[in-house]
């Protein structure tokens, strides 16, 4: 007899992704030459974690007393501000939205789960997704839902996303949408202008039936080699419809281990600003109580100062340098391959569609190489990691996945 509830006894005890992690790490402390293009952070050519040096120095300067004391349940007000404006500048839609403190991004994801969703419902995202997306869905007890993300020409299935938005407003009477771009995890795909105004149009559709909330996802944005104006193209929506953004520092920043986010929610009554703001605020409270202070006070300046924003920035530049170097080798290789993979202009991944992914991530693990396998609606993918993998081994890696694909394609 287990003490547990039903729905907790079987669950997996760790992230598959950072399995084949540790898998890799084991295998290359062991002497092999291991290829590790699983996790996503951002590495240098050598292998280290890549830093920003800026970043680093504004949390060592933040005073001791300060950053033990307690934080505001729903975050520092500077804080807040501060990522409001970081994400929509001077803009209308500044001066409509709420936000909240969260623990990295995927607290954002986890509250507006818990928020805009009833116990049972499912959210809507793209039928290649970050993984965690259906383990937050699954322990808040929702659903997860999708729809095949590419078209036949391979652009965004705009279409495909207006009939699944309808039929689950039909469905459940109300809809959560996440979307992912720019550089989208795990294809690395980017929206382009016409794409997001179709998901406005669509999104602004549905609203008009139920309340329907959409959720951009902007963990890699500020590495997208050119990000459309997405905030120009999604304004519509509020016609009819509610915009929440996932802002993290992780990747922005290079932060992973911080846990610094904030979820921002646009809407144009301020009756619903002010109870999206105390929803916000109970979830927090009932969830994590409060987000790391250090690192709020320390993001703060990093947005906020002119100067200590310049110093970032410029540090950033240098990142966004090193993994544009691996986006023009994987481009140039992955082509020459043969390999089948979505547009990819920059972002911490990409990934090469393969019809038995499982096989073919298992046959390049055997020669050295760690990816992960992935799987859409009817088809796979294998996804790699190249923030994480030295521009000198890409096309060690593209002539691994072109061997482990073709081996094990179905004839």
Not at 107 to 115: H, K, N, V
Not at 382 to 394: D, E, H, M
């Amino acid at each position: 007899m287990t003490p547990l509830i039903p729905a907790a006894c079987n669950r997996p005890d760790n992230d598959p992704i950072f399995a084949l992690n540790a898998e890799a790490m084991r295998r290359a402390a062991a002497g092999e030459s291991i290829v590790n293009a699983t996790l996503g952070a951002l590495m240098d050519d050598d292998g280290r974690l890549s830093l920003l040096p800026s970043v680093t120095e504004a949390l060592a300067q933040v005073p001791a007393l300060r950053a033990a004391a307690y934080a505001p349940i729903a975050g520092s007000p500077p804080f807040l501000q501060a990522v409001i404006h970081d994400v929509f500048g001077a803009s209308a839609l500044a001066a409509q939205t709420v936000a909240a403190a969260t623990p990295g991004g995927s607290g954002a994801l986890a509250l507006a789960i818990q928020s805009f969703l009833e116990p049972g419902q499912a959210l809507l995202t793209t039928d290649f997704h970050w993984g965690p997306y259906q383990t937050m869905a699954t322990q808040a007890g929702r659903g997860l839902e999708t729809f095949g993300m590419f078209a036949a020409n391979g652009g965004f299935a705009t279409a495909a996303f207006a009939a699944a938005l309808q039929r689950q407003v039909e469905r459940q009477g109300r809809a959560l949408v996440f979307l992912n771009s720019p550089c989208h995890n795990p294809t690395g795909y980017s929206l382009d202008a016409a794409e997001w105004r179709a998901v406005a149009a669509a999104v602004r559709s549905a609203g008009e039936r139920a309340p329907v909330t959409l959720l951009v996802d902007l963990a890699y944005s500020r590495f997208a080699a050119a990000s459309a104006d997405w905030v120009t193209a999604i304004a519509p929506v509020l016609d009819t419809a509610t915009l929440l953004v996932a802002w993290s520092a992780s990747k922005s920043f290079a932060q992973y281990g911080a846990r610094i986010g904030a979820v921002l929610a646009t809407h144009r009554d301020p009756e619903q600003q002010q109870r999206m703001r105390a929803a916000f605020s109970f979830g927090c409270r009932g969830t994590w109580s409060n987000c790391n202070h250090l690192g709020q006070i320390a993001i703060t300046g990093l947005l906020s100062d002119a100067a200590m924003r310049a110093r970032a920035d410029q540090d950033r530049a240098r990142l966004i340098g090193l993994l544009h170097e691996r986006v023009a080798a994987w481009n140039a290789a992955a082509a020459a391959a043969g390999l089948a993979y979505p547009r990819y202009e920059g972002g911490f991944f990409v990934s090469v569609f393969a019809d038995d992914a499982e096989a073919a991530a298992a046959r390049a693990r055997e020669q050295g190489v760690f990816v992960v396998p992935v799987r859409g609606d009817g088809r796979g993918a294998l996804r790699v990691a190249l923030c994480s993998t030295p521009v000198a081994q890409v096309a060690r890696v593209v002539a691994t996945l072109a061997r482990a694909i073709e081996a094990t394609t179905r004839r």
